[in-house]
């Protein structure tokens, strides 16, 4: 049985205070009983420093960490290695620009209890529902978007299942009407795994930050 005690959130950031201060407020409304997040900072300034020591005062599972080579995969080595090393069952990985909407970790936890088969969760991104208003979906623009990627990335005859989940770059959110219960290849911007996946597994690191280590995230998990 998975608790949210049994839940490390690592949030990889850089440069980025005011998405990290979002994104924290979201993780609270969801769950106050989490075992531990740590925020995994490459900034060149103070500023999420000061931000999280305000949050850390006040919630002692929320942790910091400043790193001061910036690479994703370097902090997410760390964070990965952390939970391993506590003993936690389950590492989530949040992109320090993304907000989760309330009740994540409820239906989280209740995924991976229902099915011991999952070894990974991962998100849709729905910031197309917010900035535009959904009737965007019967634009032609859309229709074609849509259909370019489910051809590219939706290669399954089941429409419940899917070779990559998207977002990531700059590409667009299919419009998935059904939620998917079988994929091969997550993003990595938020997932979250049984830490068991990453036993004598490390991500190949990359110095400096990178726009597609969102990829290689799930990626090499995939792989592995």
Partial sequence: MFTEKDT?????TYNREKDLGKAIESILKNSKKLGKVIVLDQSKNNNSRTLISKYAEKY?????????IAGTNLALNYGINLSKKEGFKLTCIIADDVEILPGFFEKLLAEFNSNSKVIGIGPTD???????KENIYST???KLTGLILEVLLLPHYDSHKVKILGPYGNTSTPYIKKDIIDCEWLPGFTTCYKTEVFEDYKIPPRIGYDVIEDIDMGYYVYKK
């Fill in 8 to 12: 490390c959130v690592l949030i990889p």
């Fill in 140 to 142: 032609l623009k859309f």
């Fill in 60 to 68: 002692k599972f929320i942790k910091y960490k400043h790193f001061k």
């Fill in 126 to 132: 729905v910031n197309d529902y917010n900035r535009f």
